[in-house]
């Protein structure tokens, strides 16, 4: 504790120091203005040639972003983006924030015109307006080439492990793999209630388990052809085990390293593939430590390490503002820092150009200036107040710069925020004791439901069947989950293990706006409405009233949001 107390003095001391000190001389002002090349709104003007000249001869090129929620440098990246696809034969381009193992329907969308706008928008929750806007232009750019030739649009952040554990689900199932039994009931744990069981990863085996799977498909899944979802679906999966560890402790390690593969994955895929990559922060892209401390490796550096002179990567800085910042708790405007040590604050005192670019590796004396004028805006979700961060590594953490003068909100599409949490909710079936019994003595139970259900949705159901069977001392025998889709009929034969006591099933949802269920049976019985009440967690796992409404109607059970 004394340590970092000392340790918040020193950088308070640091950064209280007087703005006046940090004021250049006519000298510096001359080399910076000289340094920065000025260019006019990214909407409609060509990119400075500068820019051009850099991004040549690569193959992955990487614009980060200074804070998450800039209207101003999202619309640069997508400049620049829509350029290396237009004028330099760029074929992929990864959403570095956004689950790898949720952009399956936007890929679809981009390459073959498959599914509706609302499916999109839902692949990636948060997606502006802007980007809404870049998707129906790779549409369109991709409507008029052969499909060898169309580019493609995934994320690269890893996925949560509810989400992967539904996607092995799938690919066991399609691939007609026939799964232990010990396996299925951990992807059923996760599938079912994956927030709850994320603080268990650090002291239960859940972790290992994981492992055990990834080691169970390399050796059972020996067929030479895998269709190009299938192969999607094994990359998000061997993620699994460092997704446990991700989403249950404050790390990033792994989250990085998953960044950098499924990167290299999306460009593997092709013979010739070049990858433009966008919606990531600064952080992420940067070679060298710059933002991140010490001990911590960026997506950025195994990029570079792998392809060298092919990877190139472009940060960004803001001079003023506001952007948007985000959590569980709701959509709020965050205030940019400036200050005479900013480098966005600098570039706007010496000139007024509304966007600029910068070489930072353009001469020596530019490189030693930003060695020393080196920090840069830091924003990120969940951030109430702007931060100024050193990075004295600037001109070997980037190759570039792009600057705005101004920082706005971005506007979501969706009126959804990446990070929001959505409620998790279960339609529990109150058995009588006489099904109990009945269930118990016939060995085995056939479920068939059919429902239909709007909101967001992933690449997999988020509507799924759980049953539980434990013994007399409520240690758990069995679980069993089925995945629902909308719209069509679902039925299985469940297996009871003999020693069962006490069977539950549950109706479980997230990200659900209604769900309409129009038929429930049990061994072919049709149940009453009235038998199903419904439960709901919040995001602190408590069961509350919370955001859901349960209408009993004649033959159906209607849940809605509030």
Same mark, same amino acid.
């Given at each position: 504790?004394?340590h970092?107390?000392?340790?918040?003095?020193?950088?308070?001391?640091?950064?209280i120091?007087?703005?006046?000190?940090?004021?250049?001389?006519?000298?510096?002002?001359?080399?910076?203005?000289?340094?920065?090349?000025?260019?006019?709104?990214?909407d409609?003007?060509?990119?400075?040639?500068t820019?051009?000249?850099?991004?040549?001869?690569?193959s992955?090129?990487a614009?980060?972003e200074?804070?998450?929620?800039?209207?101003?440098?999202?619309?640069?990246?997508?400049?620049?983006?829509k350029?290396?696809?237009?004028?330099?034969?760029?074929?992929?381009?990864?959403?570095?924030?956004?689950y790898?193992?949720?952009?399956?329907?936007?890929?679809?969308y981009?390459?073959?015109?498959?599914?509706?706008?609302?499916?999109?928008?839902?692949?990636?929750?948060?997606?502006?307006?802007?980007?809404?806007d870049?998707?129906?232009?790779?549409?369109?750019?991709?409507?008029?080439?052969?499909?060898?030739?169309?580019?493609?649009?995934?994320?690269?952040?890893?996925?949560?492990?509810?989400?992967l554990?539904?996607?092995?689900?799938?690919?066991v199932?399609?691939?007609?793999?026939?799964?232990?039994?010990?396996?299925?009931?951990?992807?059923?744990?996760?599938?079912?209630?994956?927030?709850?069981?994320?603080?268990?990863?650090n002291?239960?085996?859940?972790v290992?388990?994981?492992?055990?799977?990834?080691?169970?498909?390399?050796?059972?899944?020996?067929?030479?052809?895998?269709?190009?979802?299938?192969?999607?679906?094994?990359?998000?999966?061997?993620?699994?085990?460092?997704?446990?560890?991700?989403?249950?402790?404050?790390?990033?390690?792994?989250?990085?390293?998953?960044?950098?593969?499924?990167i290299?994955?999306?460009?593997?895929?092709?013979?010739?593939?070049?990858?433009?990559?966008?919606?990531?922060?600064?952080?992420?892209?940067?070679?060298?430590?710059?933002?991140?401390?010490?001990g911590?490796?960026?997506?950025?550096?195994?990029?570079?390490?792998a392809?060298?002179?092919?990877y190139?990567?472009?940060?960004?800085?803001v001079?003023?503002?506001?952007?948007?910042?985000?959590?569980?708790?709701?959509?709020?405007?965050?205030?940019?820092?400036e200050?005479?040590?900013?480098?966005? /604050?600098? @570039?706007? *005192?010496?000139t007024?150009? #509304?966007?600029?670019?910068i070489? =930072? %590796?353009?001469?020596?004396?530019? !490189?030693?200036?930003?060695?020393?004028?080196?920090?840069?805006?830091?924003?990120?979700?969940?951030?109430?107040?702007?931060?100024?961060?050193?990075c004295?590594?600037?001109?070997?953490?980037?190759?570039?710069?792009?600057?705005s003068?101004?920082?706005?909100?971005?506007?979501?599409? /969706?009126? @959804?925020? *990446?990070?929001?949490?959505? #409620?998790?909710?279960?339609?529990? =079936? %109150?058995?009588?004791?006489?099904? !109990?019994?009945?269930l118990?003595?016939?060995?085995?139970?056939?479920?068939?439901l059919?429902?239909?259900?709007?909101?967001?949705?992933?690449t997999?159901?988020?509507?799924?069947?759980?049953?539980?069977?434990?013994?007399?001392?409520?240690?758990?025998?069995?679980?069993?989950?089925?995945?629902?889709?909308?719209?069509?009929?679902?039925?299985?034969?469940?297996?009871?293990?003999?020693?069962?006591?006490?069977?539950?099933?549950?109706?479980?949802?997230?990200?659900?706006?209604?769900?309409?269920?129009?038929r429930?049976?049990?061994?072919?019985?049709?149940?009453?409405?009235?038998?199903?009440?419904?439960?709901?967690?919040?995001?602190?796992?408590?069961?509350?009233?919370?955001?859901?409404?349960?209408?009993?109607?004649?033959?159906q059970?209607?849940?809605?949001?509030?």
């Amino acid at each position: 504790m004394l340590h970092l107390r000392y340790t918040l003095v020193v950088y308070l001391f640091f950064n209280i120091t007087p703005i006046w000190a940090q004021r250049l001389s006519s000298a510096e002002e001359k080399l910076l203005r000289q340094a920065v090349v000025p260019f006019n709104d990214p909407d409609s003007a060509v990119l400075p040639p500068t820019l051009t000249d850099l991004v040549r001869n690569r193959s992955v090129i990487a614009i980060g972003e200074v804070t998450h929620g800039t209207q101003e440098i999202q619309r640069l990246q997508i400049r620049v983006a829509k350029t290396l696809v237009q004028e330099h034969g760029f074929n992929a381009v990864s959403l570095g924030e956004a689950y790898l193992s949720n952009t399956w329907l936007l890929n679809d969308y981009v390459l073959f015109g498959k599914d509706n706008t609302q499916q999109t928008l839902a692949a990636v929750v948060g997606m502006t307006t802007d980007m809404l806007d870049f998707v129906e232009w790779l549409r369109t750019v991709n409507a008029s080439r052969p499909v060898a030739q169309r580019v493609w649009l995934l994320g690269a952040e890893m996925g949560p492990p509810g989400q992967l554990a539904r996607l092995a689900l799938s690919y066991v199932k399609a691939r007609r793999m026939a799964l232990p039994d010990s396996l299925h009931n951990l992807l059923a744990e996760l599938m079912t209630l994956p927030d709850m069981y994320k603080a268990q990863a650090n002291t239960n085996s859940l972790v290992k388990r994981a492992k055990a799977l990834t080691v169970w498909l390399a050796r059972s899944d020996t067929a030479a052809s895998v269709t190009l979802k299938q192969a999607w679906q094994r990359q998000c999966i061997g993620q699994l085990p460092e997704a446990l560890e991700t989403f249950s402790r404050p790390t990033q390690a792994y989250r990085d390293r998953a960044m950098y593969e499924n990167i290299r994955w999306l460009k593997e895929r092709r013979s010739t593939s070049k990858v433009a990559v966008i919606n990531i922060h600064n952080a992420h892209i940067e070679k060298r430590p710059c933002y991140a401390w010490e001990g911590l490796t960026r997506a950025g550096y195994w990029l570079d390490s792998a392809y060298h002179q092919q990877y190139l990567a472009i940060g960004t800085e803001v001079g003023r503002g506001t952007y948007t910042s985000w959590n569980e708790k709701g959509v709020f405007t965050v205030r940019v820092p400036e200050d005479r040590r900013k480098v966005g /604050t600098l @570039i706007r *005192a010496v000139t007024s150009t #509304p966007y600029g670019f910068i070489n =930072l %590796n353009a001469s020596p004396t530019i !490189r030693q200036f930003l060695q020393v004028h080196n920090q840069l805006t830091y924003g990120t979700s969940d951030q109430r107040t702007g931060m100024i961060w050193p990075c004295k590594t600037l001109p070997d953490a980037f190759d570039a710069l792009l600057y705005s003068r101004e920082s706005t909100p971005t506007p979501s599409a /969706t009126g @959804i925020y *990446a990070g929001s949490v959505v #409620p998790l909710f279960c339609l529990y =079936l %109150n058995m009588t004791d006489s099904l !109990r019994h009945q269930l118990r003595k016939a060995g085995q139970v056939r479920l068939s439901l059919r429902a239909d259900f709007t909101g967001i949705a992933d690449t997999e159901s988020s509507v799924r069947l759980s049953v539980y069977c434990h013994d007399r001392l409520n240690k758990q025998l069995s679980h069993y989950v089925l995945p629902i889709n909308s719209g069509t009929a679902a039925e299985q034969l469940i297996k009871v293990p003999a020693r069962t006591q006490f069977i539950s099933v549950g109706l479980y949802a997230e990200q659900i706006s209604t769900l309409t269920v129009n038929r429930f049976a049990v061994n072919d019985r049709p149940l009453p409405t009235s038998v199903f009440t419904l439960h709901q967690w919040e995001p602190n796992d408590t069961v509350t009233k919370g955001d859901y409404q349960i209408s009993y109607l004649t033959n159906q059970i209607l849940v809605q949001r509030k």
